[in-house]
């Protein structure tokens, strides 16, 4: 492991703080936000401990709601406590939220575009054809007759009948691991 440079943590100012969550928060696309926090508190300015840092990921990744926005709280509170923590979380979602309104205008003043509703259709089959082969595949290798008829049966009913999906799922659900019973008994 690396070690802090420095025995004793140092402080930084909630505004510094608050910049540097808006800096991840601007610069952290999809996973790797952790390694960000852990780049910036713990390695460049060592405000957190290795230790202190990996107790609050994992509560992190225990508490509900996103990681990154708990890791930010974690970091945020024991630097500052709650107006650090605000702060913080503050600066994170800002510049993202801004971007996203952005991309929302963009997006309703060019959905009415032909070439964009049909590259959206585009998108849409190839996300449907790349769900169906997932699907497939998985039928495939289970190679049993109850998975088969558990997928024709989710497919008629929700699909072709267009059943609502969660009261599809709650009464075949029961039936399937039913199934799958028997057929461990039966191969026992």
Known sequence: MIQNAKSSPQTISVLRLTLLNAKIGLLSFGGGVTALFYHEFVIKRPVLTEAEFFSGLTVSQILPGANVVNISVYIAQ??????????????????????????????????????VAAGLDGITAAAIGLLGMLVLRGVHSSRNADSILTFIATTVLVGVLRLPLIPVVLCIMPVSIALAAYRLRRDV
């Open 78 to 115: 024991r630097l500052h406590g709650l107006h650090g923590a605000v702060a913080a979380v503050s600066g994170l979602i800002a510049g993202p939220f801004f971007i996203v309104i952005g991309m929302y205008l963009i997006y309703d003043r060019i959905i009415g575009l032909p070439w």
